[in-house]
């Protein structure tokens, strides 16, 4: 008879004789190991090696990650409006030609399903906080905090075909969950030679090494591949693996935040001094942050600290999450990266587990991690003039297949979608009677609301040209248009005067301007 399951905590060997309840946490996706670059400007922690290192090898290249690092433009304004487009087809091509001459077999692994992650609000958002710098006219941080909110998972086809055309070298896979935990499976069982990705990988008890930098696009470069090694990480720190593995957590990476006290005046060697105070242990460290935030846990009726115990509890299942990872074996069987004492509530961190079929499928690239939302969605391939395209939207141009599929497959009012609208509305030229874009938009039944967000949105972020007013007629055209049956309703009534008072209060009134304020004082004597 099998010995009963232990928890999460209990398995953990500084705490042996916990009993914890599990509760949901939040992970980092794309997140590196925190400060680790700190360490590398001041220790020898990273190689540098020439390309010939890498001839004859097989190497798993974490997808996203790569897409971070190599494939988001100077300008997320172009992304938002046409995709990646082409920049991502010159980037890919040179790295496929990077694998042919170096003769290097690639395993290229997507994200599958996510964790499951907890309802508490985030503390950064990065959408809100790019449109406040927008306001104060800082584009550079917009930029910044903007790129955030694009989601790569839209060009996951794009790419695989784009990966897998003229060439057998290169093959594109889904993980069931994380796509570094999949590549600790790879070479574990010598199916890799190499791993590309984040430095987190470097917490899976094999990950003895990462590639961290390819520099293909740099021809001029003998030295161009970067790689850690966490025996030399170790050998500066004076850390055994398991002391790092939660060294590393407390600093932040993709399955832990960074430690409360330090999350924002983050400190690399001070969290290493705490742990060393609270001597590795799980009560020694959680005594050492209860009494940082003032309460002493020793004395009796002290309160708990609810921060301290969420962020206890997420390391915790962190340090679960990167021994009994789920992966897809070899022989084609969803298994853990550990199959021993598996913790019995691990499924509160990954999740209900799905149907067999759907694993394969997706690990297969066939279906997407919310497949639910994607029945009967196919890919059609035209293959005669070099593009892609969607079914749904055949015969659309290259320009529109982007904002569609978007509009298609998320909710109607998320933010980023209206900055998108906005952006397709007012720089390409759609016909105000596009029975596509009247299909997406008139599906909503709050029209009115969602007219007045973007427009909000809109001048905050072209605010800057102050000689052009920022609407143009094809926007106002759409909109108007789209509100024909509607436009005794007070609410539409009320938004179009109110932007036609903003078109004639205009100092600086161009060509445009004025068409547009004919336009609408005309529309709404009508």
Known sequence: MPSPRTTILSFCVFVPDEIFIFKKIIFHPLMPIRGLDQLKDIAHIATKRPCAVLQNTSIAVDGFWFLRKYLMPISVTHVLIHGLGKFYAGILDIFKKFVAENKIDVIWVWNGFEFSKSQAPLVHDPLRMGMDELRK???????????????????????????????????????????????????????????????????????????????????????????????????????????????????????????????????????????????????????????????????????????????LNSFVCALALLDYHPIMSTEGRIELLKDTNVPRDLEDVLGAKKAAYFYEQLFLC????????????????????????????????????FLLLELSQKNFFTEDILIKLLFFLD????????????????????????YCEITNLYACYVNKAKTTFPFSLTMIGMISVLSMDRVKEPAVVNYLTNVCQLFVMNESRDRNSIVVIKFLKKFLNS
């Open 137 to 311: 006219g800082n584009f550079s941080l917009a930029d910044k905090h903007l790129r955030k909110v694009i989601d790569l998972e839209a060009f996951v086809d794009e790419i695989n075909y784009f990966l897998r055309k003229d060439t057998d070298r290169i093959c594109c896979i889904r993980a069931p969950y994380s796509a570094l935990g999949q590549c600790a499976y790879f070479l574990r069982n010598n199916v890799v030679d190499y791993v590309f990705g984040a430095t987190d990988f470097l917490l899976y008890g094999n990950g003895e090494k990462v590639i961290t930098e390819f520099n293909f696009l740099c021809k001029d470069r003998e030295d161009r591949i970067e790689i850690f090694c966490r025996k030399d990480i170790l050998k500066t720190l004076k850390l055994p693996f398991s002391k790092f593995q939660m060294y590393a957590l407390f600093l932040g990476c993709e399955y832990c935040a960074t430690m409360p006290p330090y999350s924002v005046n983050f400190e690399v060697f001070e969290i290493l001094e705490v742990l060393r105070i609270g001597n590795y242990s799980y009560s020694g460290i959680k005594a050492y942050l209860y009494t940082f935030y003032g309460t002493d846990p020793m004395k009796s009726g002290y309160k708990p600290n609810i921060l301290i115990d969420n962020y």
């Open 366 to 401: 066939n279906i997407k991690p919310d497949y639910k939302n994607h029945v009967g969605h196919r890919l059609t391939y035209l293959d005669k003039d070099g593009h892609f395209c969607y079914t749904n939207v055949e015969g659309i141009s290259e320009l529109h297949q």
């Open 427 to 450: 720089c390409t030229a759609v016909p105000a009677d596009d029975v596509h874009i009247k299909h997406f938009l008139q599906k909503n039944p709050n029209m009115i609301s969602y």
